[in-house]
């Protein structure tokens, strides 16, 4: 089973907050245990930088919104 990276952080980990067995081990399958690590390391701290960014209403240095809402 191919496994693309949304489909593992986005819809599995941060919607239920862990990922399933089955996921996890096509995730070890396709990117090695380390590059699991490092995805969700990365999925994490990208996590808590939007959060942030988002709790205190930071906005571009020219106050364009970079992604519709």
Do not use: K
Request: charged share 15%.
């Amino acid at each position: 089973m191919a496994l693309s990276i949304p489909g593992f952080g986005a819809r599995s980990w941060r919607a239920g907050h862990t990922v399933s067995g089955d996921i996890y081990e096509n995730a070890v399958a396709c990117f090695g245990e380390q590059g699991v690590v490092e995805l969700i390391a990365t999925i994490g701290y990208y996590t808590m930088v939007s959060m942030t960014l988002n709790a205190f209403e930071i906005e571009t240095a020219t106050g364009e919104v970079p992604f519709p809402r």
